[in-house]
């Protein structure tokens, strides 16, 4: 049986478990998928066990994603962009990391039909997810990219063409094709939050809403009210997850697989 699991600090919120299971009962993989909650200091034991053969693979979510790529043989060049990992291969020995939020970004934008080549987008927040979205843009050929940010000399670095801004300069902005949410605001518990105000939406044709709980967020909700195509975060979550899987068992899966997915949880989620 091949052995897989997620690790991370906290996980009880995770549905990772979830998608890695029903892939394995779709596509007939003898294999499992086990929650690996570690402290810090616990992380460096994890990582030499892994290359002894206790996991065939791991993925690896916050706040872990800088802190494993110590540990690895090799770093893909999306990941080395991108500057964290959260897939992690052992293959012929050597531990090998990459990042799958970045081609769960992508797939997102192609299933929804959200076209960003020669366009301007907006970005609100610059954490974990921001970098991999960020890059994911950028080789989906947006021209202009506005990222938004409450901090202060924001550390986060953008091509010459893109910019860092203040939430109250949103309202300043034109022509922007896409607004992806890449804040926590919004999410449960929490669902009536926004992270725009009223005075900062902005016209756009498409909203993507990295938030999967609730279903339709604030913010998808005022711009599907003006007539924009809204997405959530679920199927980002799950085509990273069989991005994953991709890359552990070096197969590309049917795009019916990940629609199963994401009909099966969304039942479970919002019903």
């Known amino acids: 049986m091949e052995k897989f699991g997620l690790l991370g600090e906290k996980l009880g919120h995770s549905y990772s478990k979830e998608i890695h299971e029903i892939f394995f009962e ?3 993989k003898n294999a499992s998928y086990k929650m690996i909650e570690r402290e810090i200091d616990e992380v460096e034991e994890l990582m030499k066990s892994i290359r002894n053969g206790k996991f065939n693979g791991i993925n690896v979510t916050i706040p872990y994603k800088l802190e494993v790529i110590k540990y690895l043989d090799e770093v893909s060049e999306t990941a080395k962009k991108i500057g964290a990992v959260n897939t992690i291969t052992l293959r012929d020995g050597k531990l090998i990391g990459n990042n799958s939020d970045y081609f769960g ?3 997102t934008l192609e299933l929804n039909g959200i076209d960003v080549n020669g366009k301007k987008v907006l970005v609100l ?3 974990g997810a921001s ?3 960020y890059n994911g843009l950028i080789d989906s050929g ?3 990219i506005f990222l938004a940010t409450i901090i202060e000399h924001d550390p986060f670095k953008v091509r010459n063409q893109d910019r860092l801004i203040h939430y109250s300069s949103i309202a300043g902005l034109r022509n922007i094709e896409l607004i992806v949410n890449c804040t926590p605001v919004g999410m449960y518990p929490a669902v009536d939050n926004c992270p725009l105000e009223d005075k900062n939406l902005i016209d756009v044709n498409a909203v993507v809403d990295i938030v999967y709980n609730p279903e339709e967020t604030v913010l998808m909700k005022k711009y599907k009210a003006k007539g924009a195509k809204v997405a959530n975060g679920l199927m980002m979550l799950i ?9 552990w068992h070096k197969e590309k899966y049917d795009i019916k697989i990940v629609e199963e997915i994401h009909k099966r949880l969304s039942e479970k989620l919002y019903r």
């Not at 085509?239 to 890359?247: D, L, R, V, Y």
């Open 26 to 28: 779709l596509t007939g």
């Open 105 to 107: 970004f992508l797939k």
């Open 142 to 144: 947006a021209e202009n």
């Open 125 to 127: 927040g610059t954490g």
């Open 131 to 133: 970098k991999a979205i």
């Open 239 to 247: 085509s990273q997850a069989i991005k994953s899987e991709e890359i």
